[in-house]
């Protein structure tokens, strides 16, 4: 598997967990 593709799923992976933790904090308010 390139490095390449590793970092790059590393970004998305980061990027849905950004948008998760998002979603949470405005359902709680």
Not at 7 to 17: L, P, Q, R, Y
């Amino acid at each position: 598997m390139p490095s390449s593709l590793v970092c790059f799923d590393t970004i998305i992976n980061a990027f849905f967990n950004y948008e998760k933790t998002e979603n949470m904090v405005f359902r709680d308010n």
